[in-house]
Nanobody, 121 residues
Framework: QVQLVESGGGLVQAGGSLRLSCVAS????????MGWYRQPPGKQRELVAN???????QYGDSVKGRFTISANNAKNTVYLEMNSLKPEDTAVYYC???????????????WGQGTQVTVSS
């Protein structure tokens, strides 16, 4: 059973910073990619950032230049450093990752339980 456990959410004032962590129960090398999505109140889930096993990084347009994704392979942890936070960054943030079975070659996406980030104006 693969688990992803997020931490680091909370309440912060606009302009502030937070760092989210996601600990995987498997080596992050076993994932094709890992990343973060978020779901603002009343809206659809959207990409925040992801990083592939080869180190290729992608960011959502609304967070470019403010958020940074990184990984610590030894700790099986992916981080999301969030700076210059805005009220519109308020959302539940989910850690996610994709692994592909080496037997069936079937990909499967795993999700964490989510962590709330609230940015006050």
């Amino acid at each position: 059973q693969v688990q992803l456990v997020e931490s680091g959410g909370g309440l912060v004032q606009a302009g502030g910073s937070l760092r989210l962590s996601c600990v995987a129960s498997r080596s992050i090398f076993s994932f094709n990619w890992m990343g973060w999505y978020r779901q603002p109140p009343g809206k659809q889930r959207e990409l925040v950032a992801n990083i592939t096993s080869g180190g290729i990084i992608q960011y959502g347009d609304s967070v470019k230049g403010r958020f940074t994704i990184s990984a610590n392979n030894a700790k099986n942890t992916v981080y999301l450093e969030m700076n210059s936070l805005k009220p519109e960054d308020t959302a539940v943030y989910y850690c996610t990752g994709r692994r592909t079975s080496t037997i069936s070659e079937t990909p499967y996406d795993y999700w964490g339980q989510g962590t709330q980030v609230t940015v006050s104006s």
